[in-house]
């Protein structure tokens, strides 16, 4: 189990170095979600992010359509996108801001948007994982990583059931 939470960066603050959608740009990202049955939508510079729970730069979502900005950090587009995905179809709908109250599907949500950075060039897992460290993800067992290779098993049993992984 875990939590997250998301502090506010500072000038200094490791946070600021996690890769933001506008280094890799659109295109590839929103084409990985259309295979998973998601929008994505460009937000302008500076708009409010429609659907984020956090605010500020965190991607946002309503419905089957994930709302993003340049500065929107990736791990947030991909762990926003995996809320909607590990949704069946039906309830995704009735989303708007915040997706799930459930440790299962939350826990789900992290480790298949590990998975799905492996689909994006010059991102994948080790890099998502380390900026999950970065903005302050916690784990019962420290880092992203170790939490992924040894305690992630549940997790992983939820998205193969439902065929997702």
């Known amino acids: ?18 890769m933001r959608v506008g280094q890799i740009g659109f295109d590839v990202p929103a084409a990985l979600l259309a295979r998973l049955g998601l929008q994505l939508q460009r937000v302008a510079p500076g708009e409010p992010i429609p659907g984020s729970f956090w605010g500020d730069e965190e991607a946002g979502i309503i419905g089957n359509t994930v709302y993003a900005r340049d500065d929107t950090p990736v791990h947030s587009l991909l762990h926003e996108a995996g809320h909607l995905i590990v949704l069946p179809p039906e309830r995704r709908l009735d989303v708007h801001t915040d997706a799930t109250d459930s440790i299962e599907e939350e826990d789900a949500t992290c480790y298949l948007q590990i998975v799905l950075a492996d689909q994006l060039p010059g991102v994948g897992r080790a890099r998502l994982m380390a900026d999950m460290d970065a903005w302050g993800y916690s784990f019962r067992l420290g880092s992203t990583r170790a939490w992924f290779e040894q305690d992630a098993g549940e997790a992983l049993k939820f998205l193969e059931e439902r065929g997702l992984v």
Request: charged content about 15%.
């Open 1 to 18: 189990m875990h939590s997250h939470s998301t502090p506010r960066p500072y000038p200094d603050d490791p946070a600021n170095s996690v």
